[in-house]
């Protein structure tokens, strides 16, 4: 017996729509998961981007602080007033250097890491003093130096640290810095395109 034309199309038709959906289906799973992939691969460029970007202007700021600090540290007045006690003046100089370094913050620190004088908003938090002079002591180039980051008044800055000396003893510590805030952020976001977030080691907001 011979099926009618339509009703042949008709079971036709049914068996060809699930495998049809089917096919659409697996089509939109693979089509969203390139997608997906694409996207992440796109995200991660670009944070490695941005963090090489962050790398590289952290590098330079350092190294420009770094220079000064090593100029300021050689001069003969910053060491008298640096060995000396006369606190408000050596204040003055510093706040001179900040100017000149384009610093957030200038220190000076006895031998023993105590701050004498500073220039800039806040106080180095407990502890960076002792970390940096450890490290700058570790260094046994002919120009020992140290860098790293620490909080001021819970602000994050990146520091640098060279050794004021008198021949071969060391008087004090000159320390410099920069903020890593809101408006480093922005610089950064400008430079980049990529929207940032810094967070502390706590998970805290500390600059977007």
């Known amino acids: 017996m011979k099926l009618p034309l ?20 697996a089509t939109w799973f693979l089509v969203a998961r390139f997608n997906d992939r694409e996207a992440r691969h796109q995200i991660d460029a670009s944070l490695q981007q941005a963090a090489q970007t962050y790398r590289r202007i952290v590098a330079d700021r350092n190294s420009h602080l770094r220079t000064g600090a090593r100029s300021a540290a050689r001069d003969h007045q910053v060491r008298q007033l640096a060995a000396g006690d006369d606190p408000a003046t050596l204040a003055s100089a510093l706040q001179s250097l900040r100017g000149t370094t384009d610093s957030s913050v200038v220190v000076i620190l006895d031998p023993a890491g105590k701050v004498v004088a500073a220039a800039g908003r806040g106080r180095p ?15 046994d180039s002919p120009r020992p130096s140290a860098a790293g980051y620490g909080y001021f008044d819970g602000i994050l800055h990146s520091v640098v640290l060279v050794p004021v000396q008198a021949g071969s003893e060391v008087v004090a510590w000159l320390l410099l810095g920069f903020r890593i805030d809101h408006e480093f952020a922005k610089d950064l976001r400008r430079l980049t395109g990529t929207e940032l977030l810094f967070l502390g080691a706590d998970g805290r907001a500390l600059a977007a």
Do not use: K, T, W
């Open 125 to 139: 938090e407990e502890g960076l003093a002792p970390r940096l002079i450890a490290l700058a002591e570790a260094d």
């Open 6 to 25: 339509r009703s042949f199309r008709a079971q036709l038709l049914l068996v060809f729509m699930p495998v049809l959906a089917l096919a659409q289906l």
